[in-house]
């Protein structure tokens, strides 16, 4: 049975931390106006993120025509990258209680970790900007491991550097990706309801949902009075 009071806490980014809809819709409209595509209004981006950017440019361009001829697609996908490192953090946000509550987490002792699906060369400037860069030991970003979210190789990946067990850990995300990343690597998680899951979030098979960020201390505590409650979705509300 996993340790319920972790050493390390993995978060995911988009959708856990920050709310980035706003800057992805930017730079993915400009890729469609370069094409002489309609532009996406901000709910049909919420509904195609999370499974990475190659995956958003794909989805964009079957939702606005049709799609993409494949000796087209690398090129598009690095063109949407160059949008969007453009300007990673003009209109992103943090969720409520995010700053304050990462803080508190770090100074309980706890070592925190990020693994997103968010290209590599987007996701270190954001950090930069959201003064996050010197809040985790380890990031990881798409790019560098071959496989992403829900394969839980970029989750080992953070955990080997952290140098800590699968036991010893806890996962923390808003998607399906996130659970059963987090799952297959053997960690419990814990599962935000306000994030940009495409599915009713109580169905994600975590262990714990929160409806606020500031509630993930108490969800900590609550995993701790009852280590046996893995692979429930019991809410904290």
Not at 27 to 34: Q, T, V
Not at 137 to 152: N, T, Y
Not at 213 to 220: D, Q
Request: hydrophobic share 45%; charged share 20%; net charge negative.
């Amino acid at each position: 049975m996993p340790n319920t009071s972790p050493a390390a806490i993995v978060f995911d980014l988009d959708g856990t931390l920050i709310d980035s809809v706003p800057d992805m819709r930017h730079a993915i409209n400009r890729l469609l106006a370069a094409f002489e595509r309609r532009p996406l209004a901000a709910e049909e981006v919420r509904e195609m993120v999370g499974d990475g950017a190659a995956e958003l440019v794909r989805r964009a361009f079957v939702t606005t025509g049709t799609s993409l001829a494949p000796e087209h697609q690398g090129a598009a996908f690095e063109r949407y990258v160059d949008f969007y490192a453009e300007r990673p953090a003009s209109l992103t946000t943090f969720y409520p209680g995010v700053p304050e509550t990462l803080e508190a987490l770090a100074a309980a002792g706890h070592r925190l970790a990020l693994c997103t699906n968010k290209p590599e060369r987007v996701m270190r400037p954001l950090l930069d900007i959201l003064g996050l860069s010197g809040r985790f030991e380890v990031v990881l970003g798409a790019g560098v491991v071959a496989a992403r979210k829900p394969d839980p190789a970029p989750v080992r990946w953070v955990l080997e550097r952290l140098e800590v067990a699968p036991a010893q850990a806890l996962m923390v995300g808003d998607s399906r990706n996130d659970v059963l990343s987090g799952r297959a690597a053997g960690l419990p998680v814990v599962a935000v309801s306000y994030g940009y899951a495409r599915m009713p979030v109580a169905d994600l098979g975590a262990d714990i949902v929160i409806d606020q960020f500031s509630e993930l201390p108490a969800a900590l505590a609550r995993l701790a009075l009852n280590p046996d409650r893995s692979g429930t979705t019991t809410g904290t509300r």
